[in-house]
């Protein structure tokens, strides 16, 4: 979900670059036809279509990134294959879900969440070497590029959450000092 944040442009280029295929979310025509650019397999515009449908029809999903929660949850469960994950990483829709448990438990599904700021330096570290030895190659080849979609200087942060709140971004938007 939220194939156009900067997180969503990223983890696209990075799950092909892994050999997945992708199917991401997005709203509006122009964000779609933007993550389908970026090598989206498969693009919902949730606008206009379900999420679950579309995923179903493309034989479901076995792990969903998701950065929007809320209402997002159940959809997401009903387009998980069996044994499938939903990874929390943010709650831009909402922090609370409702949660079938009949049906978690018939899927064999896993729901879980991550976020790196409560993590120890020692973690954090771990990671970033794990990210430079997997990711870095694909940099180098240039399967990923971050994108940015702005820049503002720090002293116009204001702006920039402004920018962000528009929604038409695409890509990071970046702060520079």
Known sequence: ???????????????????????????GAG???????LGADVVVDTTAEDFAEVAKREGGVDVILDMVGGDYFAKGLDALKTGGRIVFIASL????????????????????GSTLRPRSLDEKARLAA??????????????LRPRIDATFPLAEAGKA?????????????????
Do not use: D, Y
């Open 161 to 177: 959450h402004a920018h962000l709140e528009g929604g038409a971004h695409v890509g990071k938007v970046m702060l520079t000092a």
């Open 93 to 112: 829709g909402g922090g609370e879900v409702a949660l079938p448990i009949g049906k978690l438990m018939m899927k064999r599904a896993t729901v879980t």
């Open 130 to 143: 794990a990210v430079e030895a997997t990711v870095w190659p694909w940099i180098e080849a240039g399967k």
């Open 31 to 37: 964000k779609a036809a933007e993550a389908k650019a």
């Open 1 to 27: 979900h939220g194939a156009t944040s900067g997180i969503g442009t990223t983890a696209i280029q990075m799950a092909k670059a892994a050999g997945a295929k992708v199917i991401a979310t997005a709203r």
